[in-house]
């Protein structure tokens, strides 16, 4: 039997930053104020407009590559988490797979949101505990939401950013305790029609109407219920502590979506665990969805906030409503 290990991380954001001052001339009234108290927002990153997501992707998974000691020829599967494509098809893992030249690798891409990097994540660390070919595989969480962003809508315009996350995983002998250890994949679909992108597949195709009324663009249709990130973050981390057997306070770090820094803190504080135990990175980098766990991860291991034989839990949520967590032991 093997098990999957992560083996690397990378991330990049691009070099376009912009601060919350920005975000008060662009309105016309005071945001900033509210970003940062609120939701813990500094500073975002945007693409160029030469930018898309595959560029994105690309410079993280080189970077994860890089660290792993690996080239991208060795790989046997690459997975794309991604709500903002490269095109509506093909894959943007197709894309990226001829960019890296991983001749060898399969591809494809996945798409559960914001909780899209986790679901890669367990999805691929079954596809290398299930069949022996399955050895290297990279795993990408990658987001440009600026590309769908309204401009004068400051319920979105101001929260949301750019920037890709990955990780290698490599297979290993399952005795040895490192590697995946649980997950748990949640969906709460009545949620569905709350918070999306809504145009440009088969239901709304677009048209002159869809794009005159900004229907191609990220929407905030109805406010979530305030509690209902914090009390499925925290089932899904007494779960996970369940399954794996690892009590809570032996978790080193817990990697929870980046969109709101009151929704991390709640969380814990329903564990009984330390803020400290919950890395952020919204101040730097907004919120990067399907891009802000792993990237969030690399700056941990960059920090040297996890290194080997620690235990993280990677909990995520987006659009869906749909959740995801691991839980993994460096």
């Not at 900033?32 to 030469?50: D, K, M, P, Q, Y």
């Not at 890089?66 to 095109?87: H, K, M, N, W, Y």
């Not at 991983?102 to 949101?113: H, K, P, Q």
């Not at 009324?213 to 979530?224: A, D, I, M």
């Amino acid at each position: 039997m093997q098990n999957a290990q992560i083996l690397s991380v990378g991330a990049y954001a691009p070099d376009l930053v912009l601060d919350n001052q920005y975000f008060n001339d662009l309105l016309g009234e005071d945001v900033g104020t509210w970003l940062s108290e609120n939701v813990h927002i500094h500073r975002r990153h945007w693409c160029s407009e030469e930018e898309s997501t595959a560029d994105l992707a690309e410079k993280a998974a080189l970077k994860a590559l890089e660290r792993a000691g690996l080239q991208a020829s060795d790989l046997d599967l690459i997975i794309v988490a991604t709500d903002t494509p490269e095109f509506v098809s093909p894959s943007t893992a197709a894309v990226l797979q001829h960019r890296l030249g991983a001749s060898r690798a399969g591809t494809f891409d996945l798409n559960t949101a914001c909780a899209g990097f986790v679901t890669a994540l367990d999805t691929a660390s079954k596809f290398i505990q299930a069949d022996a070919q399955y050895q290297r595989v990279l795993v990408v969480g990658a987001y440009a939401m600026s590309k769908y962003l309204n401009k004068t809508d400051k319920k979105t315009v101001t929260l949301f950013a750019d920037g890709a996350g990955a990780v290698v995983l490599g297979a290993a002998p399952k005795e040895d305790g490192k590697g995946f250890l649980a997950s748990r994949l949640l969906t709460r679909g009545e949620f569905n029609e709350w918070m999306g992108i809504y145009a440009g597949g088969t239901r709304y195709p677009i048209n002159a109407q869809v794009l005159q009324n900004k229907e191609h663009q990220l929407q905030f249709v109805r406010k979530f219920p305030k509690e209902l990130n914090p009390e499925i973050w925290s089932a899904m981390a007494l779960e996970l502590s369940a399954r794996s057997g690892i009590d809570l306070s032996e978790v080193t770090q817990f990697f929870i979506t980046q969109i709101n820094i009151n929704a991390i803190w709640e969380t814990l504080d329903r564990l009984n665990l330390p803020h400290e135990k919950g890395h952020t990175i919204m101040q730097e980098y907004g919120y990067t969805g399907s891009a802000c766990i792993p990237m969030a991860f690399n700056d941990a291991w960059e920090k040297g906030m996890v290194k080997p034989g620690d235990v993280v839990f990677f909990i995520g949520s987006g659009g869906g409503l749909a959740f995801a967590a691991a839980a993994f032991r460096l």
